[in-house]
């Protein structure tokens, strides 16, 4: 792999501060998706050792959250510049193990970074209030305090920045924190605990566990002393942690899947439309929960841009993310692979045309060809559900009434696009949109300083900003009689 520091590598978990392996001994092998070559073994821990690093996380949690605010953003600024400095080793784990090109990579690093020196500054500004009180002899204030111990359970499309977007919130906020990342990628977030520890985090702060996802869910889930649990993933494992988290009554976020609609007007900049379109739908393949799901592009628009996106994704060049100029890496696995077929065939059975792509790419393995289907009607699948792949589905719209139905008409609401250039139908669409996220003529909405997350079934709570703090954190109120 041709790491700089190869000792960033970690096959172990991360459990109290030491590298620990499962007590069977058994492992779950990672993947390489653009070539399926065995990168290294992780241990297949179970619900025993899932309770030793909750009782880890318990045990450092009364030191930590008594540290002050300062204290623990130097923790996590010394965390945040050991990844810079790391950052094209954290790169190169994360394209061998997700298959996202390395330019990609390395801007996941950074934005990844960037939450932990976000949340290090932030930490020190969780004020309370005092408010004015109705009784001459009584005064009011509240104090926030640590939620407790907290579990995150991560998906394999951000590898490092969905860990670090839980992460270091919940550390900056006082709580210890237990991640289990997606089986798919692993060794980002092995790495990520590797800089923790040389970071100085104490002991059982920050624990990473891998193993079957559901023994390990159960766990975080059921156990009496998880204050809280935040996942990102699909809506159908949410909707399941949810319902396992009711019997003891946790504070859960849900982050789950998207539709995202990306609308074009007819009074749209063409050229900017199509660029926006370009990062919107192939950033990572297509594997994002914000990534733009249905294009609804107005009559008036629809041949121009057809034309020009249409030129834009046949320059695309797919392959294998370490390669130099790879714009589109494999899919993850070969069942996102037979998805995105199963799809396209209900979608053209049912009339829509294939204009570009639409088939696995010659490559072979899970590369797939970059698409453009248009014809894409409400009663398709691939107008429903969440494509996750490098598939760019249209559908033509007629007006705005039109184009607002369409795109509510789904379960999902986190992100949105469009774009036009009328500032009160912008203002307008901006709040007809069912959604937690809306790009208005920009093809790309994360940042770390603004709170992302979404509605409907796409989950809530909010991550990222000074929102994504508060997650971790209670308010209490004080009544003091004077
Ligand atoms: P995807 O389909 O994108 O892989 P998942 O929701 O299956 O999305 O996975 C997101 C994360 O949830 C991963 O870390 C995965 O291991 C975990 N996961 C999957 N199934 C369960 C489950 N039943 N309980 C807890 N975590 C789960």
């Known amino acids: 792999m041709n790491l700089t520091d190869p000792s960033l590598l970690r096959s172990r978990c991360y459990v109290h501060g030491h590298w620990i392996s499962a007590d069977s001994g058994a492992f779950v092998p990672v993947i390489n998706p653009a070539t399926g070559e065995e990168i290294a073994r992780v241990p297949a821990l179970g619900a025993i050792e899932t309770r030793r690093a909750i009782d880890a996380a318990a045990g450092a949690f009364a030191a930590w959250r008594q540290r002050t605010a300062r204290e623990r953003a130097g923790f996590l600024k010394r965390w945040h510049r050991l990844i810079l400095d790391n950052q094209e080793d954290l790169a190169r784990v994360l394209t061998l193990e997700n298959g996202k090109p390395l330019t990609e990579a390395r801007g996941e690093v950074e934005y990844g970074a960037e939450f932990i020196e976000w949340f290090a500054e932030e930490a020190v500004r969780a004020y309370g209030e005092t408010i004015p009180s109705p009784w001459s002899d009584r005064r009011i204030v509240t104090i926030k305090q640590p939620v407790g111990v907290c579990a995150a359970i991560t998906p394999w499309n951000f590898p490092l920045a969905m860990v670090t977007r839980k992460c270091a919130a919940a550390l900056a906020a006082g709580c210890t924190v237990i991640v289990k990342p ?70 859960v976020a849900l982050e789950l899947g998207g539709n995202a609609p990306f609308i074009v007007f007819a009074d749209a900049d063409p050229e900017e439309a199509v660029s926006g379109a370009i990062s919107a739908k192939f950033r990572n393949g297509g594997q994002s929960c914000v990534a733009a799901n249905r294009f609804l592009v107005e009559e008036g628009i629809h041949l121009t841009f057809m034309q020009r996106l249409a030129e834009r994704i046949a320059a695309l060049h797919v392959g294998p993310g370490w390669e130099e100029g790879v714009s589109v890496g494999p899919l993850i696995h070969s069942r996102a692979v037979e998805k995105i077929e199963v799809l396209i065939a209900e979608a053209v059975a049912k009339g829509a045309e294939i204009i570009i792509g639409g088939k696995r790419h ?121």
């Open 362 to 482: 010659v490559l072979g393995g899970n590369f797939f060809e970059p698409t453009l289907i248009t014809g894409v009607r409400p009663t398709m699948r691939l107008f429903n559900e969440e494509i996750f792949g490098p598939v760019a589905a249209v559908t033509m719209f007629r007006d705005e009434a039109e184009a607002i139905a369409l795109a509510n008409a789904t379960d999902y609401g986190l992100a949105a696009y469009f774009y036009t250039q009328d500032l009160k139908r912008a203002w307008r669409m901006a709040e007809a949109l069912e959604c937690g996220m809306v790009g208005i003529n920009v093809g790309r909405v994360s940042t770390t300083v603004a709170p992302f997350g979404g509605l409907k079934h796409s989950g809530f709570g909010r991550e990222g900003s000074h929102y994504g703090l508060e997650e971790y954190l209670e308010v209490k109120y004080l009544c003091f009689g004077v």
């Open 182 to 251: 997606a089986l798919e990628t692993p060794l980002t977030a092995l790495a990520l605990a590797e800089l923790a520890d040389r970071a100085g985090i104490p002991p059982g702060v920050l624990n990473i566990v891998t193993g079957p996802a559901e023994d390990i869910g159960r766990e975080f889930t059921a156990h009496p002393k998880i204050g809280k649990l935040s996942f990102t993933g699909s809506t159908e494992v949410g909707r399941q942690l949810m319902a396992h988290a009711a019997s003891t009554l946790k504070r």
